[in-house]
Nanobody
Framework: QVQLVESGGGLVQAGDSLRLSCDAS????????MGWFRQAPGKEREFVAA????????NYIDSVKGRFTISRDNAKNTVYLQMNSLKPEDTAVYYC??????????????????WGQGTQVTVSS
């Protein structure tokens, strides 16, 4: 059973940066696709970024392209989300997800098997 634990959230001002981390345990981390999703109050959970298996192919939602970077360190069983130039609209609970997608869409939350508990990111204007 894969367990995911997010960290790194917090309260920042617009324009600041944060780096989220997601530590994975209990599974074959290096062969899974890892993703970040977020959910703002009153809104549905939305895809943010994903990085595929050992090849490291990435995908981002348009609103974060050029500002966010997803990366992974398979030796540490950790995936990161570097968030720069944060905006108030980035405020949400950020969730880490893992799954063996086998070519399925990385932006579809239903394709992921495991989820973390979430970490709050709040960006003030």
């Amino acid at each position: 059973q894969v367990q995911l634990v997010e960290s790194g959230g917090g309260l920042v001002q617009a324009g600041d940066s944060l780096r989220l981390s997601c530590d994975a345990s209990g599974g074959t981390f290096s062969t899974g696709t890892m993703g970040w999703f977020r959910q703002a109050p009153g809104k549905e959970r939305e895809f943010v970024a994903a990085i595929t298996e050992s090849a490291g192919v990435t995908n981002y939602i348009d609103s974060v392209k050029g500002r966010f970077t997803i990366s992974r360190d398979n030796a540490k069983n950790t995936v990161y989300l570097q968030m720069n130039s944060l905006k108030p609209e980035d405020t949400a609970v950020y969730y880490c997800a893992a799954g063996y997608l086998y070519g399925s869409r990385t932006d579809d939350s239903s394709n992921y098997d495991y989820w973390g508990q979430g970490t709050q990111v709040t960006v003030s204007s």
